[in-house]
């Protein structure tokens, strides 16, 4: 049997949810005898591939690449998994949603900073306007709230996708 | 003398009094029904709309906090409708305001997380709106961050009804609805607060916290709140 290709990616999160699937600890070897990992952060793929069954997204849709890549990665993969807060609700990132880019980026690039003032144009991509939650960029099939999620929550949830299941966090639901 | 009036809860008989609402005989007889801006010792509103219950007879739903009991009124609190509304209800709540459960005081121990957690709310389908909302700070004890506000009033009916110093009440309508003190002038600079922080501890979310703990840090006494009236009650 062919073994099912999970991908990861972070957009604009801290990397916390990643943390939290890496502390499934001894988990990870009963995940990958049936799954490979074929994107990600701890990957060296370098552009989300054709065929992904399970996509575990870390982060709000923030810039212009967050939406590119996860337009990409919707268009390439069977189950979509919003994986942590920021990816469910928006969470810390969407806390800037309420400042005008532009004031926003003058008050910490220019105001705040100590050297080279100026708001950074190359090699980084543009701000939306307001970062969303990543069922407002794309659809969704699973939510997995949490700052980050438990190692078991996710444990669970990959098991479940893996096992053909409907995941449901139940007790495991947490935001926060 | 008490007149005693026999009503269903879930098709189990109930003894209750006359007078009683609802919610209270339910939750004397360990009937769970979900509320947010009731609280044991204060008036009732009817704000949140968690508590609807369906009642045979009746062909829309009534909120159990502020409904009396009627002798044979038949009661159902859960039902497939009741729940997709009570979520649909908590769902509103969290896209009205800036609700980012990661960094507040009250994560852990508050009554809207642990409502949406309980009735399996995963993500929020209607739009946030973001709005910009302030954080009163000028209170030398206590803050205000209207961020996590979900105008339950448990603040204003306490600082009211308990302390009897009214300084909240709510300004504006609709979703353009704040909490304020004293007419609008800072927490801080109100000459009627007493500082007894009873509102603080009657607050269902991190809204209302004391100054200086960090994020989870912030557990309150409500309890302590709904005695102080039921030990009036017994005076």
Known sequence: MDKVRIGTCWLDGCSGCHMSLLDIDEGIVAVLRKADIVFGPLVDAQEWPEGVDVALVEGAVSSQDDLKLAQTLRSRSKIVVALGD???????????NGIP?????????????????????????ALLKQAEPLHSAIKVDVHVPGCPPKPNAILMVLTDLLEGREPDLGSKLRFG | MTEKVKVRIDGEVIAATAGQTILEVARTNNKYIPALCYMEGLSTVGACRLCMVEVSGVSRLLPACTTPIQEGLA?????????????????LLFA????????CVSSGHCELQTLAQEHG?????YPYSYPRLSVDTTHPRFVLDHNRCIL???????????????VWDVAGRGVGSRL???LQRPWGESTSCTSCGKCVQACPTGAMAEKGWAVEEMTKRRAAVSRLTSMREGE
């Open chain 1, 86 to 96: 920021c990816a469910v609700t928006g969470n810390v990132p969407s806390m800037r």
């Open chain 1, 101 to 125: 880019r532009r004031v926003l980026l003058e008050r910490i690039y220019v105001e705040g900073a100590t050297t080279c003032p100026g708001v950074p144009t190359d090699g980084v991509p």
């Open chain 2, 75 to 91: 009661v159902a609190t859960t039902s497939p409708q009741l729940e997709s509304y009570r979520k649909m209800a908590l769902e």
């Open chain 2, 96 to 103: 009205e305001r800036n609700h980012v459960c990661a960094v």
């Open chain 2, 121 to 125: 709310v995963t993500s929020v389908r």
């Open chain 2, 152 to 166: 339950c009033s448990r603040c204003v009916r306490t600082c009211a009804e308990v302390e009897g110093a009214h």
């Open chain 2, 180 to 182: 304020v003190s004293e």
